[in-house]
């Protein structure tokens, strides 16, 4: 029903900022939550933020809170993941995913139904 698209990933320094977009088509997203997680190598895929498919709530990772915002624009079927403050621990590939309606289990892999096809993040000392 939706397919998701990532951008925005890229080689940047320590401290430095990147923006990744999520951008579908098919259904709007408007009526979706929508999250995005991470995958470095070796490691499990983890969850790093989320927003409401109405209302606009988020939640966000311990490892990330303070530094990442996730915004939704509904107009453009686009969610945003602006990253601030990155540090190399940071470097992975980054998803977005979405479920329509339900929120309950929003940091939990196996709760979205859809996904897109990973952009690379790399952050350098």
């Known amino acids: 029903q939706v397919q998701l698209v990532e951008s925005g990933g890229g080689l940047v320094q320590a401290g430095g900022s990147l923006r990744l977009s999520c951008a579908a088509s098919?259904?709007?997203?408007?009526?979706?939550?929508v999250g995005w997680f991470r995958q470095a190598p070796r490691k499990d895929r983890e969850f790093v933020a989320t927003?409401?498919?109405?209302?606009?709530?988020?939640h966000y990772a311990d490892s990330v809170k303070g530094r990442f915002t996730i915004s939704r624009d509904n107009a453009k079927n686009t969610v945003y993941l602006q990253m601030n403050s990155l540090k190399p621990e940071d470097t992975a590939v980054y998803y977005c995913?979405?479920?329509?309606?339900?929120?309950?289990?929003?940091?939990?892999?196996?709760?979205?139904?859809?996904w897109g096809q990973g952009t690379q993040v790399t952050v350098s000392s």
């Open positions: 927003i409401s498919w109405i209302g606009g709530i988020t």
């Open positions: 995913a979405a479920r329509f309606g339900s929120y309950s289990g929003y940091d939990k892999e196996s709760f979205y139904n859809y």
């Open positions: 098919g259904r709007t997203f408007s009526s979706y939550t």
